[in-house]
């Protein structure tokens, strides 16, 4: 069975532009989560999506919104891009409910966004 | 103060050396602990999950939760250069029952020498 695929594997873009990023998870899963590594770090948590909603968002500025669609795959959306915003992006799904108890989340291989 | 703390290493061992790495957090609400390992340039990949305190084994791999002193291990026995990589841990963040989110410590670097 497939994993979690992201697209694209890599990405340069220039400070203010704007980027999309793509995901989609194991099959029967659907909840998706997205993330941020910065290098020497660990992921960060950006949003969480089920069913289509927005269930959860971690501290990161407006410039970033996400969607989720009717067959579970996600976009991730950041505006005028930041050389800070320079990382892995990582996206993960998840059989669990949001809320309701335990959540194995499996992540895809990431897409490396560099910003100059 | 992070809530889950991670000594970033790196950490350099022999083949075939037991290896263990560990974290603490801060909020005595976390239940679920995970280890994740990540080869570089790669997305993280679950290695144990495990909920509440005790142990959980898993071949070479053994994961320990001590909820009295908050804190977490992964033990690797018989190590080996294919197990260099980045370790991390992470807790599950349930946060008014809306959302599971996932808190990693800041990984740490292991380095198994043939």
């Known amino acids: 069975d497939a994993g979690v695929t992201q697209s694209p594997t890599h990405l340069i873009k220039t400070r203010g532009q704007q980027v999309t990023l793509r995901c989609s998870p194991i099959s029967g899963h659907k909840s998706v989560s997205w993330y941020q590594q910065v290098l020497g770090q660990g992921p960060q948590f950006i949003f969480q999506?089920?069913?289509?909603?927005?269930?959860g968002r971690g501290n990161f500025p407006d410039r970033f919104s996400a969607r989720q669609f009717p067959n579970y795959s996600s976009e991730l959306n950041v505006n005028a891009l930041l050389l800070g915003d320079s990382a892995l992006y990582l996206c993960?799904?998840?059989?669990?409910?949001?809320?309701?108890?335990?959540?194995?989340?499996?992540f895809g291989p990431g897409t490396r966004l560099t910003v100059t | 103060q992070k809530e889950v703390e991670q000594d970033p290493g790196p950490l350099s061992v022999p083949e075939g050396a037991i290896v263990s790495l560990n974290c603490t957090y801060s909020n005595s609400a976390f239940q679920y602990f995970m280890w994740y390992r990540q080869y570089s340039r790669k997305g993280p990949e679950l290695l144990m999950y495990?909920?509440?305190?005790g142990n959980k084994e898993d071949g070479r791999f053994t994961a320990q939760v001590d909820k009295s002193s908050k804190y977490i291990s992964l033990f690797i026995r018989d190590s080996q250069p294919s197990d260099s990589a980045t370790y991390l841990c992470?807790?599950?963040?349930?946060?008014?029952?809306?959302?599971?989110?996932?808190?990693f410590g800041t990984g740490t670097l292991l380095a198994v020498q043939p």
């Open positions: 495990t909920y509440s305190s």
């Open positions: 999506y089920y069913e289509k909603e927005e269930r």
């Open positions: 992470a807790t599950l963040g349930n946060y008014g029952g809306a959302t599971n989110k996932l808190i």
């Open positions: 993960a799904s998840s059989l669990a409910i949001p809320g309701q108890g335990d959540g194995e989340q499996y």
